[in-house]
């Protein structure tokens, strides 16, 4: 899912559980969101007598061009869009880490996903929560069945009460797959196909926002769709607004996933390793699942023995065998296929 702009800094120092020594220093990690909520980062501080330092970024490309700047050492955790930590091992700032101490055996095994998370036979990462970018939508002001076809959800119908979500590659996932084309499909050919469905999507859309935007947009009424959306732009809204749901069309929708690793030198590196390790597992999976700034589904299983009943309602647990069985991955594109598919994305946003 993922681009989540925001920024925050703290700092760490660490008791070396595993070793049953005290080890104070600081374990400074570049994350999205959901990681800087004080429930899911507090009990790890408490745990090992530590103080975790946090930095938000957007895309990417942000945090490689931060690691760039940075010195060797300076950052120790990167939180990432699963389909880009092949870039991350490209640029060597992720370090290989010890897959027979990651608790993988305990994921939904769609989501282990050693296609995005190893290189070469080396783990380097692993999936920390996925979810879906599909329909969002305001189940008092649309026909709830017009949100299970992506034929009608863009419709004329609801020309002037749609956002689109502002990220490329899940939107035009969707657009892949209302035409009938596989994301894993996408070619420079079939992005004739998609631009035209774009800009039928564009020309009915009031906005393309970013995660708070989009949500802020259908709490207040400004819209009544997002395209793009899913259970992390409306789980942790649902309690005040139950009107405010998500749904996957008949056709399908796109799976994200967001990862974890340690970077290539660390001055803490089994600090770090003690904090994957946390965040895989039950526990901080069910804080991270949960957290405040949006919520997803957990990769380890085992979490839904820690939330509570009305959590997991909320994130469609029961339901989540048909949901990954009926999604389709993110588009991987290559590098010349990627710059074509952000010019295309350009136009779209400026019709």
Request: charged content about 20%.
């Amino acid at each position: 899912m993922t681009r989540y702009g925001k920024t925050a800094v703290s700092t760490l120092a660490l008791t070396l559980a595993a070793q049953g020594a005290l080890a104070e220093g600081e374990l400074n990690a570049l994350v999205w969101c959901d990681h800087t909520d004080p429930a899911l980062i507090e009990p790890f501080e408490e745990a090992h007598d530590v103080k975790v330092n946090l930095r938000e970024y957007e895309g990417t490309g942000a945090a490689l061009a931060l690691l760039d700047q940075s010195r060797p050492g300076d950052w120790d955790v990167l939180v990432i869009d699963g389909i880009d930590v092949f870039r991350a091992v490209e640029a060597g700032i992720l370090a290989p880490l010890p897959a027979d101490e990651l608790p993988t055996a305990d994921f939904f095994p769609e989501v282990v996903m050693e296609a995005n998370n190893t290189v070469d036979g080396t783990t380097y990462a692993v999936t920390e929560k996925f979810g879906y970018n599909t329909i969002s939508y305001n189940s008092d002001k649309v026909d709830a069945a017009d949100m299970e076809s992506l034929s009608t959800v863009w419709s004329e119908k609801y020309d002037g009460r749609i956002s689109i979500y502002d990220y490329y590659l899940p939107v035009m996932g969707l657009a892949a797959i209302a035409e009938g084309i596989p994301t894993a499909d996408i070619d420079a050919e079939a992005l004739d196909t998609i631009g035209g469905t774009l800009s039928t999507m564009r020309s009915r859309a009031a906005s393309v926002a970013g995660v708070v935007a989009a949500q802020t947009a259908l709490a207040t009424g400004e819209v009544d769709i997002v395209v793009g959306g899913g259970e992390w732009l409306t789980a942790g809204l649902a309690g005040e607004q139950p009107e405010l749901t998500w749904t996957i069309p008949e056709e399908g929708a796109v799976l994200w996933s967001q990862s974890i690793g340690v970077l290539e030198g660390s001055e803490q590196p089994d600090l770090a390793l003690e904090f994957v390790k946390y965040i895989t597992g039950p526990e901080g999976q069910a804080r991270l699942a949960t957290s405040s700034c949006f919520w997803g589904m957990p990769a380890n299983a085992k979490a839904g023995d820690v939330l509570s009943d009305d959590q997991k309602a909320l994130l469609r647990w029961d339901q989540q065998p048909d949901y990954l069985e009926r999604t389709q991955l993110y588009p991987a594109p290559d590098m010349d296929l990627d710059i074509e598919m952000q010019d295309l994305w350009l136009e779209t946003l400026q019709q």
